[in-house]
Structure formats: C-alpha cells, structure tokens
C-alpha cells in the first residue's frame, strides 16, 4: 500500500488560507495586482465582514482598507439567489470627495472585470444602449459624484444601466435615492459601506447621511471604515449598525531601550522634520527634491491655503530642480479642472510634484508617492497623519517631512509625540541652506511678480490668506503670531512689498526693495490697458480734488458724485429682488426634490394649515378694520376713507 502523502499546508497569511475560499476569479485578480497575501486589516475584515456581521474598521492609512470592504460586497452581491429586479439597488459605497469614490469606482472596475458575467456588461456604462437582463447575479457600478455630471444625466444612466452598486458622494447618492425610481427595499438591498467615515461627519455631510439612511432599510450589513474614529463616528456606530464587530490595527515598532510602541503609520514610512526660517522652505524643498535617492517620481507638497497653491504652482517653475513638472490640486478649482490634474498625477511618467492643500491629505490612493513635504504644519495630528500617509503605502518605502520654524514651533514635535506620532530630525539627505541660496530663490520668485502683475497680486493674496490661516492654528502656544518674522516670511513668498495687514504696522512695507509697484503691468495687454485707464482716472480725480482744496472749494462734490452713482443703484433693486426670489424657488424646488414621500406629504399639510391660518388673520384684520372704520365715521364726518387707487 503506498504511503499516504501529507497534504502541503497554507500559508497562515495566504489568500488561501482565508475561510470560506475566495472564488477563483477574485484570487486571480489579487495575483494579476502582485497582491501576494492579505494585509492584516484585508485579513481580519474578510473573516468578519464576509458573513452577516457589520464592522468598525480603524486602520492606519495606506493598509488596504478598500479591497478589505470591496471584496465583501462583490461577494455578497453576487450570493443572491437571481440577479437583482431592474433599479433595485443592493448595495451603497459613500466617500467623502469625488477623487476617493472615482478612486474606489475605479479598482471595483478592475475587479469585475475579472468575473465574465459582469465583465462583458462593462461596455454598457460608455454607450447609449440599454443594459439587457441577465439570468445569474452580476455587479453593474455607477459612480456618482457632483460637477462634472448633472444629477438628470446619473438619473438617466441609472434608469438605462439599472446598476446595483452605487459608488459616490453623499449629495448626489441623497438625490438619486431620492428619485421614486430608484427602489432600495429590504427584499433585495444588502450592504452599505461608508469610507473614510469620520471625515464624512466631520466635513459636515451628517444631514445627507442621514437622508440615505432613512432611504435604506434597517436589515442590512454595514461597514464603516477610516483610519481614525471621531466621536462623531461613534455617535454613529450606536444608532446605524446593529452588534458590529470592531477590527482595529495597529502598527507596534521598538523605540530605544527596547520598549514598544504604537505607531499610527506604516513601518515603510519615515516621518521626519527640519527646522527652518520661512525664508528658507522653499530652497529646502528644491534640495530634498534634488538630492534624495532614488530622485522622487512623484512629491506632495501640502499647503495650508488654496491661495497659497494657486501662488507657488505660478512662480516654483523656475525655481524647482529641472526634470520635475508641477501640478496643483486644491478645492477652489472647478471640478473638470480637479479630476484632470488628478489623473495627470497619478498617470504621470516623469517626476512630478503636486502642490495642494488637505483636499488630497487623506483617502486618495496615489500609487508610487516617495515624498510628502509639508510647507505649512497643520494643528491637528489627524491631519498630520494623513498627510504623512499619502507616502510609504502597501509596503512601499516613503519619507514625509515636516517644515517647522525656529523658536515655539518646534514645540511641535512634542506635540506629535504626546500623541503617539513621533517624528525624528531629517539626518539623510543633509539639508543646509545658506541666506545667499534663499536670497537667490527669493529674487527668481520676485522678478516673475516684476514682469506680471497678476503674480504680483496673487503673492499679496496668498500672504494674507496663509496669515489668516496661521491665525486660526488652534494650538496658539505654539504657533503664536506675535513672534513671526514677517520680513522672513515675506522673502519665503517673494513678496516685493508687504500687503496692507494690522500685523505689519509700523514696518516698512517696501522690504527695503524701492520697487515701484504701481507701475508693475499685466502681461495681458487687455487688463494692462484696463489697469491704465482706471490708474488714470484716478489721477485726473486727485488732481480735481487737489485743485479744489487751493481754491478753497469743498473737494466732497466728486465724492457726492460717486454717491449719486451709488444711489442710481437703487434703480435695479426690483432685478435684485426678482433673483433673489428665483434664487429661492430653485433652492425650494431642490429641497423638495430631496425630501421622500412621505415628507413631501408632510409638507404639504403644513403649507395648507399655514395658509387657512393666514386666510383666518385677514378675515379678522378686514372685520376689525371696517368696524373701526364705522365708529370713527359716526364720531368724525371728515374721517379717513382709504388711500385712493
């Protein structure tokens, strides 16, 4: 009899090893990706979520929380015993930006497209063609997210595609569900995952959550996953789930002397800092750029202010290290803008550096990020950490570096490490700035701001938006305004005059340049000649004003004549009024739009008691009114009869 052969055993971390099996489709996915075996939070979330249990997932950023909620959903989606009634939708994944759900839209994509029966109706999604009926469960996505898209076009695919996974925002996801053709019943809804929860409730979508929730049936599976829980989130986990299961995962390391430590960061990334005067940031950023090996492919450099970002992606092209072109990210570009410079980041090929603000600080998945320099250290360690995390993901090796000023704001390290995020000097590369190599950046910022005035103003606004944002540091024992250097800082911008601040008074605003900048003129010869016509106006009044003032005139007629064109305004006070009210309407329209059934009913009884309470006041009103009309004729003949038409 031959012997009988030992079967080989799994490895305890393979995707093998997980139980009950993942399909084969899905494993062959995961190999394509080069995902050799889970991550721990991939691991400990397929073991629960998997089943009929809800999870809290509290995960350090970059450790794969998105397979760890995708794999589950797709799984269950595809369990029902017949494939999901036309607009029936069973299952919600909300993000808190567009660039995160497009993210997450993107790698569902790439999973289905690995499971034949959903991936051959793919095609669907890019043409005018109505979705067939198909006899076994498939996963058709629809990604739904504001500005690029009106919500009558997702309606419109929605009734075309009739998809049963939605992935998108809180806003649109509140006003799609809200459309009576759009069903999401208890026989056939099955989960709902909200990603990077705190930060939903924190940027204030708690009014749309809410809204969804009450469009989605209580028996269902929920998840809610983010790298920090707030209390918000846990007000949350009380009243949205029922029993969940908490899977929290924590990266341990060895300080000095052995002891352990929590760390709330990939292993793989090296946070660091250096402390520098302001003057000196941005030659720091062109020598971590220039001397780091390997040279970074892609750098995210944080700023505190759109202004800010808006200024530096104008002026840093001639400062920067050649080989790296910049891209900016922030939240006043419009949203076609937004996505673009997105994808050219993260399809770049060559080394790129994306200048931005917190927009991009948390839930996007930037692949192959090296560096993280943070120009403007923000308060909050949360923030902080997210920052940091957009480098060092999926065992990837990153640094994130941190510039602070000399004096109180190296009371920021403390700051971390009190909070369990500690940071260490920046030892390799060596950084060292001389004030010859600053005044060199400063001069090369300043003569663009000399040949465009565009650049010239943009630099005053930036100054005073990130001096407005300093201002409002919540830790003030640490980032005190009375103690900035503002001559430093004004030559870390560029700046050829200080702007007009409270905080600058007493100090020479010139910088001691003597440049002249009412004569600097706009590159765009349309706006100079503008800019010109205005400047001479304005002389031609002085000089009235100055001419009045010798021959002891009152020089106020020129003011009266500018409030008598103030008050010709009034004239337009009915077109104002009338926007207003259209304004209003449509906000109503959209309000209602929004509400389900059973509220619009609602609403409407109280417009109706609203109303006959109204009609019962002007009822009463007139009888008083023409009883007291009566009594005052009986006492005065020539009593008041009423204005006449």
Sequence with gaps: MAPVQARPKKAPRSWDALTPSLAQWILDYLSSMGYEQPTPVQKSCLEIFRGNKDVVVEAVTGSGKTLAFLIPVVERLLRSEEPAKRHHVQGIIISPTRELASQIYNVLVSLIRFHAPSADLLSYSKSDEKRPATTEPVIVPQLLVGGTIKAAEDLSTFLRLSPNLLVGTPGRLAELLSSPYVKAPASSFEVLVMDEADRLLDLGFSPEITRILGYLPKQRRTGLFSASLSEAVERLITVGLLYPHKITVRVKSLKDG????????????????????????????????????????????????????????????????????????????????????????????????????????RGLDIPQVDLVVQHDPPTDTKVFIHRCGRAGRAGRRGLAVVMLQPGHEEGYVQLLEVRQTPITPLTRPSISVTDAEAELVSSKIRDQAKAD?????????????????????????????????????????????????????????????????????????????????????????????????????DPGSLKRKKNEAWSGK?????????????????????????????????????EELIAEVRRRNAGQTTAGAAGGQKADAADDDDSFEGFDD
Aim: hydrophobic share 35%.
């Design 258 to 361: 052995g002891e352990i430590q929590e760390r709330k960061t990939p292993m793989s990334l090296q946070m660091s800092y250096i402390i520098t005067p302001a003057s000196q940031k941005i030659p720091a950023l062109c020598q971590l750029l220039d001397k780091l090996e390997p040279r970074p492919a892609r750098s995210i450099v944080f700023f505190s202010t759109c202004f800010a970002v808006k200024y530096f992606a104008r002026v840093l092209h001639g400062v920067l290290p050649p080989g790296f072109s910049i891209i900016s990210l922030h939240g006043k570009l419009e949203p076609q803008v937004r996505e673009k410079n997105y994808e050219r980041f993260v399809n770049a090929t060559s080394p790129t550096v994306l200048l931005t603000t917190d927009i991009a600080a």
């Design 453 to 553: 005035r565009e650049i010239f103003q943009l630099a005053q606004r930036a100054f005073v938006s990130w001096a407005r944002s300093y201002m409002e540091h919540q830790a003030t024992s640490i980032f005190r305004v009375s103690e900035l250097d503002w001559v430093d800082l004004a030559k870390g911008y560029g700046l050829l005059e200080l702007p007009k601040m409270p905080e600058v008074k007493g100090l020479d605003r010139s910088l001691g340049l003597g440049i002249d900048t009412e004569s600097i003129p706009f590159k765009d010869k349309a706006r100079e000649k503008k800019r010109l016509a205005e400047l001479e106006q304005w002389k031609k009044e002085k000089a009235e004003r100055e001419a009045q003032r010798a021959n002891g005139e």
């Design 570 to 606: 009034h004239e337009h006070e009915d077109a104002k009024a009338a926007r207003r009210e259209k304004k209003r309407r449509k906000r109503e329209a959209q309000r209602l739009a929004q509400m389900t059934e059973k509220e619009k009913e609602e609403q409407k009884k109280l």
